[in-house]
């Protein structure tokens, strides 16, 4: 038991599989996903997205690939990506079969709806000769007529017998390297069925709130569900479906795994909410530095308070702390200690500089500690 047991989440065991060159589940770091949304035709401007996404510290990217012309433009898009690609296939099962051979690392399908038995089986066989791992998605609303005449509508059971059949079809098939996806725009739903999957079966599991809604509502809505699957040890691999751009799905899948304590990837902001006492702008300094420490991919912490009411006692717990003063002279904390003042002028240029140095330090500590361990 750790130190701060409050803080300890017990990860479900899963077995894993390989997505390229990523690991899923067994124990391997919780990734985030998320989807291209250029025509992927256009394959310039897909990859230049992928890449967008990439610098964001996205771990997988998925690619619609709807007809013939986007599982060709696939081939170059795998190359340029530095990434994993999903191939996501909905319907026509020959898009499978030349995604597979175009390079995709996994196959975003629905067994059910690829067609008769045999156009799974070939299915199958172009994952397996091409090293291609798959993913079920099951999902609330494109739900089985059967199961709806069942259930009479979208509910936990059903969401959990669809993702079961689908599972079946490929077991059938001899395989076993597969991820599974029952997600739904209703939170309780989707939270529900996964707690329900995730006692059913031991694959991996990939979760999301599907059609979650724009940036902020979407972002509510994800972090309410994910979160508290994540909380309870559920899940293996994220992605956050926001109408907005992707690169902002991969930014808010990776602050949903920081205030967990599960991943961290680049700087963690505490910051207070402002109010009269602040000595500052806490709000648009806030705003600035968030956007100007994007390019921070080292793990480490900043807190920014208006005011000396919680700002000391927050600047302990991190690496880098600013606090409010009066007449536009501000206390800066370097791991936890008070160290000097800036001034309103510089505080923004200077607190960039001061993370920045903060980063290098730790990569080079890292690079070193590799180095004799080798």
Not at 275 to 304: K, N, W, Y
């Amino acid at each position: 038991m750790s130190i701060r047991p409050w803080r300890d989440i017990q990860r479900r065991p899963s077995r894993q599989i390989m997505v390229g060159n990523v690991a899923v589940g067994g124990g391997a770091p919780v990734t985030v996903q998320t989807m291209t949304n250029t025509p992927t035709e256009d394959a310039k401007a897909t990859i230049d997205q992928i890449r967008r996404c990439e610098d964001a510290g996205a771990d997988i990217i998925r690619v619609s690939c709807p007809d013939e012309a986007s599982t060709a433009a696939l081939r170059q898009i795998v190359r340029a990506a530095k990434v994993p690609i999903v191939a996501d296939i909905h319907f026509h099962y020959k898009r499978a079969l030349e995604a597979a051979d175009a390079g995709a690392a996994c196959l975003r399908i629905n067994p059910g709806n690829i067609g008769s038995a045999e156009r799974v089986a070939e299915v199958v066989r172009a994952a397996k000769a091409n090293g291609c791992s798959m993913r079920i998605g099951v999902n609330a609303g494109s739900l089985e007529k059967d199961l709806l005449e069942k259930y009479g509508e979208p509910c936990p059971e059903a969401l959990v017998e669809s993702a079961l059949d689908h599972i079946k079809l490929l077991q059938d098939h001899d395989f076993h390297e597969y991820k599974v996806a029952v997600k739904a725009s209703d939170v309780f739903l989707a939270v529900s069925a996964y707690m329900g999957l995730a006692e059913a079966v031991d694959c991996p599991l990939h979760l999301g709130i599907t059609e979650a809604g724009g940036l902020i509502g979407g972002t509510v809505k994800s972090a309410i569900g994910i979160g508290n699957l994540l909380w309870a040890g559920i899940g293996d691999t994220i992605r956050v479906s926001l109408s907005a751009e992707p690169e902002e799905e991969v930014r808010v899948g990776f602050e949903i795994l920081k205030a967990l304590g599960i991943r961290n990837r680049g700087v963690r902001v505490v910051s207070c909410p402002s109010c009269a006492r602040q000595g500052f702008d806490v709000i648009r300094t806030v705003q600035t530095l968030e956007e100007r420490l994007q390019h921070i991919r080292v793990p480490l912490s900043l807190s920014v308070l208006g005011c000396v009411v919680n700002g000391p006692g927050e600047a302990r717990e991190t690496d880098i702390g600013l606090t409010g003063g009066g007449a536009g002279k501000h206390m800066v904390y370097l791991s936890g200690v008070t160290d000097h003042t800036v001034q309103d002028a510089d505080m923004v240029d200077h607190i960039v500089r001061l993370v920045e140095a903060k980063a290098a330090e730790i990569e080079a500590a890292e690079a070193a500690q590799a180095q004799a361990a080798e």
